[in-house]
């Protein structure tokens, strides 16, 4: 399945935020979007999820335009991660994760016996199933942040959005969920399309990189093609420095901040 963003242009009443960008993700592929902070990361996922109306161009999946589709059907292909929140309900964590069926259920129906056994599928394949009776509010961030990666996966979606994943967690929680994503690429075939402000990331995990540029440039390629140092230096003015490495799945490259003035 092919997710395509095809000359798309959208922003807030008449002014353009994102303009004429083009990208596609297919399932069992990820995409990292970069860029700097208010570029249009966050308006081009609400254009995505119909949450705004695009100013023009098309959101095509397997060629099928989706402006017109039932926001139920809709969430059946398209999953959402939002950065871990508070809500102002204590619920459990199972609770949280049956609510990503929701999209399944027919209108004035409550979710079944199933719709729980999927819930708590997501959290197997998240390996947080033994999280599924405590209460959302007293986990720790990384944990929640894995939880609402369940949610979106009891959505059973074809694409998973994610809005800064690994926003506000700790070094260790990071990696965890960086892994988690590559796992869900690799093993349950998804599609995902994240936002990060760490080139690191994408080396680390991402099959494409997109970075959007002020004046609404844009570029897509691999991490290989696009993350260099020149191209950090023009679009967020800092000097780095990529270097590769040796692991034990071979060689992965990371980019490395360094001040060329600081005495
Ligand atoms: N609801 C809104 N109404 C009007 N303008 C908005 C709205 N939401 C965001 N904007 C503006 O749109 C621009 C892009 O914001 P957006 O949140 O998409 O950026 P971003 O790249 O996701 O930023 P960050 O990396 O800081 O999260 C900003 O100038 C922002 O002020």
């Not at 039932?70 to 994760?97: D, S």
């Not at 405590?134 to 369940?150: D, F, K, N």
């Not at 990696?175 to 995902?192: D, F, M, S």
Request: with cysteine; net charge neutral; glycine share 8%.
């Amino acid at each position: 399945m092919k997710l395509e963003v095809k000359n798309v242009s959208c922003g807030y009443d008449t002014r353009e935020v994102i303009s004429d960008i083009s990208l596609t993700v297919e399932c069992g592929e990820s995409l990292c979007i970069l860029g700097p902070n208010g570029i249009g990361k966050t308006t081009l996922f609400k254009a995505m999820l119909g949450i705004i109306k695009l100013q023009s161009g098309q959101i095509l999946v397997d060629e099928e335009d989706i402006s017109c589709w039932e926001r139920r059907n809709l969430a059946r292909k398209l999953g959402y991660v939002p950065q871990a929140h508070n809500p102002p309900f204590p619920f459990k964590v199972i609770e949280v994760v049956t609510m990503g069926r929701t999209a399944h259920l027919s209108f004035f129906s409550s979710s079944t016996r199933r719709d729980r056994e999927i819930a708590e599928e997501a959290l197997k394949t998240l390996g947080i199933v033994q999280l599924k009776d405590r209460i959302y509010t007293q986990i720790s961030g990384g944990e929640r942040q894995l939880v609402l990666i369940a949610r979106a996966l009891a959505q059973q979606p074809a694409f998973l959005i994610m809005d800064e994943p690994t926003a506000n967690l700790d070094f260790g929680n990071q990696i965890k969920v960086l892994n988690q994503i590559k796992k869900l690429v690799r093993n349950e075939n998804l599609g995902v399309i994240m936002t990060t402000h760490f080139p690191n990331d994408a080396f680390y995990c991402a099959s494409k990189v997109a970075v959007i540029e002020k004046g609404n440039a844009f570029r897509i390629g691999t991490a290989e093609e696009v993350i260099t140092e020149d191209y950090l230096k023009t679009v967020y003015g800092v000097d780095v420095q990529i270097i590769s490495i040796g692991d034990k799945n071979g060689g992965r490259r990371v980019c490395i901040p360094f001040s060329s003035n600081c005495g």
